[in-house]
Every structure is written in structure tokens, then in C-alpha cells.
């Protein structure tokens, strides 16, 4: 069974940075493309970035682009997000999700079978 679990979110002041970690196990790491979602409170929960298996492919919502970084290492099993000039509409619970490689390009949740537990990120303005 594929367990993910997510580290580094915390509280930080606007312009700000933080790193989150995620570790995959239970499963080969490489199989997977990679994710990170966030979901502000009342809000649905949306796309931040994706890696591919492989780490070649990327793709980051707009509202992110220059400012997040997606990272990850397969002889870890571990994927990070590197985020900085953080302000108060980054404020959410982040969350890390696998999908299988090879599957369609997606950015959509709902192709993302596998999910960590989340951590949150608070930017304080």
C-alpha cells in the first residue's frame, strides 16, 4: 500500500519561504508522477505543480510559476516543493498525491489516487 506523508509546512510571514517534503513508501517511487495540491479552507481543492516519474516533465499553475520549485529525488523516494515570496493566498493545506506513470497528463485531483495527509502553511501578512 502506498503511503505518502508530507513535512515542513508551519507558519511564516508574507515574502517568506518554506520547503515541504514528501516520502513515498510501499511502493516503487518511480512509477509514480508526482504532485502537490493545496486547499484553502472553503475552497476546492486545486492543482500547485506536478513532476514527472522521471522529473523531466513539469508543470506548475500560473499562480505559482516563479515562485514555487518542484524537486525530487528517486533514490530517496521523496519530492519536495521549494516555495518562496510566500504571501497570504498561499495559505492553505498542501498536500502531496501520486498517480501512476504513463497515465494521461492530468492536473485534475481526481486522477490522483494516491494522497498524503496533508500540512498546513499559514502566511501572515
Known amino acids: 500500500q502506498v503511503q505518502l506523508v508530507e513535512s515542513g509546512g508551519g507558519v511564516v510571514q508574507a515574502g517568506g519561504s518554506l520547503r515541504l517534503s514528501c516520502v513515498v513508501s510501499?511502493?516503487?517511487?518511480?512509477?509514480?508522477?508526482m504532485g502537490w495540491f493545496r486547499q484553502a479552507p472553503g475552497k476546492e481543492r486545486e492543482f500547485v505543480v506536478v513532476?514527472?516519474?522521471?522529473?523531466?516533465?513539469?508543470d506548475y499553475a500560473d499562480s505559482v510559476k516563479g515562485r514555487f520549485n518542484i524537486s525530487r529525488d528517486n533514490a530517496k523516494n521523496t519530492v519536495s516543493l521549494q516555495m518562496i515570496s510566500l504571501t497570504p493566498q498561499d495559505t492553505a493545506v498542501y498536500y502531496c498525491?501520486?498517480?501512476?506513470?504513463?497515465?494521461?497528463?492530468?492536473?485534475?485531483?481526481?486522477?490522483?489516487?494516491?494522497w498524503g495527509q496533508g500540512t498546513q502553511v499559514t502566511v501572515s501578512s
Open positions: 498525491a501520486a498517480r501512476r506513470r504513463f497515465a494521461p497528463w492530468s492536473t485534475a485531483p481526481r486522477n490522483y489516487p494516491y
Open positions: 510501499g511502493g516503487s517511487f518511480s512509477s509514480y508522477d
Open positions: 513532476a514527472s516519474w522521471d522529473g523531466r516533465s513539469t
